[in-house]
Structures are given as C-alpha cells and as structure tokens.
C-alpha cells in the first residue's frame, strides 16, 4: 500500500469543502485590480491564481508549504552524512504540508526506486538525435514520448469520475518523476562524453545520491544534486514554467504533455538560462582581469564601470524579493565550504560584498541583493559539469517535483480550463478614455 497517497487522499477530502465554500459563498468578492501596465506587461502582479504548494514572500523568499527555505533545510530528514535533505522528503512535504519522518521518506524512496525503469524505446529516441541537438529539446522529447504510458490518460478514457481524476494523476507523477534523473544522466553522456558507456541507476540510493552516481560524481555532488533540486523545485504558479505545466494541465491534458510543455518555457533565454549567463559574465571578467583575484577597490571599479556603460550586473536583483534570496545563501554556505579556494567562487564572493552597495548608492534597483542564479552555475562548473546548455536541465528536474505536485492538487479540488480575457488596443484605449475622463 502507497502510504503517502492515502495520507494525500485524507488531505484532500478536508480541503475540498474550503475550495467549495469560496467559488459558491464569496465567488464574487474582488480581490485585485488591474492597470493597463499589468495587462500591456505580461500580468505581472495580477492576483489571479492560487496555488498552496509555494509562496514567494518578498522578505523571506520562497516559502514551501508555509515554511522558510532555512526550516526546510532544517526540519527534513538527511541521509546518513549527507548535509542537504532527501528530495523524496521535500516531495512529501510538497503534496502534504507535513514534514515527513524517516519512515515515511523510505516509503516515497520505494516508490520512487520501483518506478525508476526506463523503457528500452526511450533511450532509442534518445540516441535517435543529432549530436548537435540542445539538451532541452531531447530532455522535453523524452518526457513526450513516455506519454503512451499515461496512466491518467487510460483511466480518463475508460471514464472515471472527476473526483478521481488526482488519483491516476498521482501514479503518472511518480512515474515520471522517478524516471527524470536516468533520462537527464543519459542525455548528459550522449552529449557530453561520447564514447562512454552510461551508467546504470543504482537501486540502493536515493533520489539525488542516484543522479550523483549516473552523473559520474563523487562525494559530494550528491548533496550537491538535493540542494539544486530542492532550490529549484517550485516559484507559486506566475513564473513561466509553473504557469505553464498549470495551464497545460488545466485542460486535462497528463503529467507529460505538461511537464514536457514546463521544460519547453524553462528553455526560454528569459527564464531558466540565467545561471549560465552570470557564469558567462564571470568568466569574462575573470578573463578581462588575466586570471587574477581583483581587490575590492578594483571590483567596485568594474561594477561601476559596467553600470554607466549601460549594463547589468548579472544575478542581481528580483521581480519580488526585497532581501538575499534564501536559495542565494544556502548555496554560498555551501560553497564557503567546499569552494572557499575555487577562483571564480572568490569572484562571486566579492561582488557580493560590493555589488549591493553599488546599487543601492546607484539608486535604480528595487532589489540590489543577489538572486539563486549568482551562485547555482559557479557550484556545477566547480563540480566537473562545464556544459552550460545542461544547466536548464537540472533545473527541469527540480521543477518538475514541484510543478507535478501543483497538478495533483488542482486535479483533486477540480480546478477548470484556464481561459482569460483578452482586449484589442482598441478596446484598451477606450476604457482608459473613459477612465481619465472620470
């Protein structure tokens, strides 16, 4: 017996009638306006979806479940040794609200190592593309191809009930979950070390202690894998890629369309490409210096000469948050242990030491604190992974756990097809007239 699922499944029938009582009793109370910036601009700011996985709180970062990233890192359970927590863990934590025991972390790492297997045709795709293609492009294709084996797309077929809709959907998410880390490696050695033979999953650990070991990494990329993962694993349902995986899934389209749909957004320059560009930015700049380790006077000196010529200082600042982001300081904890010496991790330690100054004295940006993507690319290229188009597809997989999770639950309260309202400029220009003319 799934254990984690009946607990989901008593979840869900307590918060089914909270959903119920708002759409029938308060469903016509406003709770937002919006401004011809917000429609012209993307939507940016409009309170219009709801989602109880994730919350990006402007001063304490993203919050899982109502718990700070600190707390998460904190209150989950570790493998033996390991300094970062089981990803299996932060996955239960995601569908159910409750920080899980050991116990209950081994039943999620059963799961998961049951459903692991890869079909043979799978791999066949895989080595069917040119050796030129992008890891997203196969990474997404590989996920399409696993749709045959859809569980929730059989049982809809056979007409289940509505209600029942989660339940299926439950099963294709940790098949599909399970199996992200053995398509992610594989891809990485097709591209990245031809000739190679890949390495077999071993059964024996766990989720990113298996991804470390078919990475071909030691100690301690294992660890290195849970923190990328559990950072990367869900930002509420605005951003590009959870939006997405939402809006695919909102037409009761399965978890593999939709996650294959999330990882297409997740490709785009605009969102999941940002750590390789600070990467890019860095080793620049470390070229333009001959190698060497500026002095703070002389980083200041090239910030301020980068700001004036018009430019920004790659992974700085944020949309919402007005602090550090949390997932920027666990990562240089980490990297203050295991990258105090690395040269480029100087670098990132001295314009955090300088940039936010700068900024500030410059007076443009709303946030002058470093965001997850000044440090997240540094730690892999540390680590032997040099490949930067390989970078979106960890950060696929850690948002892959969290995104799946989002869809469980808007299959079990029933959430409807997405289906905003649209204006012509013309229609826009109107209201505004009337608007001003008040």
Same mark, same amino acid.
């Given at each position: ?113 049951? *459903? *692991? ?293 808007? *299959? ?27």
């Amino acid at each position: 017996m799934d254990l984690l699922k009946e607990k989901l499944r008593k979840k869900i029938e307590e918060w089914r009638p909270r959903t119920e009582r708002l759409m029938h009793e308060f469903g016509d109370v406003v709770i937002d306006k919006v401004t011809v910036s917000q429609v012209l601009g993307g939507m940016r700011g409009i309170k219009s979806l709801v989602t109880d996985i994730s919350y990006l709180d402007p001063n304490e970062g993203i919050r899982y479940r109502g718990y700070t990233l600190p707390e998460v890192f904190e209150k989950l359970p570790k493998p033996k040794g390991a300094e970062m927590p089981y990803v299996e863990g932060l996955f239960y934590l995601l569908l159910t609200g409750d920080i899980p025991n050991d116990e209950e972390v081994g039943e999620v790492i059963d799961e998961f190592r049951k *459903r *692991r297997i890869l079909p043979r045709y799978v791999y066949e795709v895989i080595d069917a593309f040119p050796c030129c293609s992008h890891p997203m492009v196969i990474f997404s294709s590989a996920i399409m191809t696993l749709e045959r084996e859809s569980f929730f797309n059989k049982k809809y077929q056979a007409g289940i009930a509505k209600s029942d809709y989660w339940d299926s959907t439950y099963e294709d998410t940790l098949n599909l979950l399970a199996k992200l880390p053995e398509i992610a490696s594989y891809i990485y050695h097709k591209l990245y070390r031809e000739g190679q033979k890949r390495i077999q999953s071993n059964p024996d650990l766990d989720y990113g202690a298996n991804f470390a070991h078919m990475m071909g990494k030691t100690k301690p990329y294992d660890d290195v894998s849970r923190l990328h993962f559990i950072i990367h694993a869900d930002h509420e349902s605005g951003n590009v890629s959870a939006h997405t995986g939402h809006l695919v899934a909102s037409s009761l389209s399965d978890v593999y369309y939709s996650i294959s749909a999330m990882i297409n957004g997740l490709a785009g320059p605009l969102h999941g490409l940002a750590n390789q560009e600070v990467l890019r930015w860095l080793q620049d700049l470390m070229d333009k210096m001959g190698g060497d380790i500026p002095t703070e006077d002389e980083m200041k000196q090239y910030v301020w000469q980068t700001l004036n010529s018009g430019q920004v200082i790659p992974g700085y600042g944020h949309a919402v948050l007005r602090k550090t982001d949390p997932r920027y300081t666990v990562q240089r904890e980490f990297s203050l242990k295991y990258l105090k010496d690395d040269p480029l991790f100087k670098y990132v330690d001295l314009l955090y030491k300088v940039v936010p100054d700068i900024l500030r004295e410059q007076g443009k940006a709303k946030n002058p604190w470093p965001n997850v993507d000044a440090q997240s690319g540094i730690i892999q290229w540390h680590f032997g992974v040099t490949e930067y188009d390989f970078y979106t597809v960890l950060f696929g997989i850690g948002r892959s756990i969290g995104i799946c999770a989002n869809i469980i639950w808007d *299959r079990a309260l029933g959430y409807p097809l997405e289906r905003p309202k649209s204006l012509t400029t013309d229609m826009l220009e109107e209201m505004v007239k009337k608007a001003t003319a008040k």
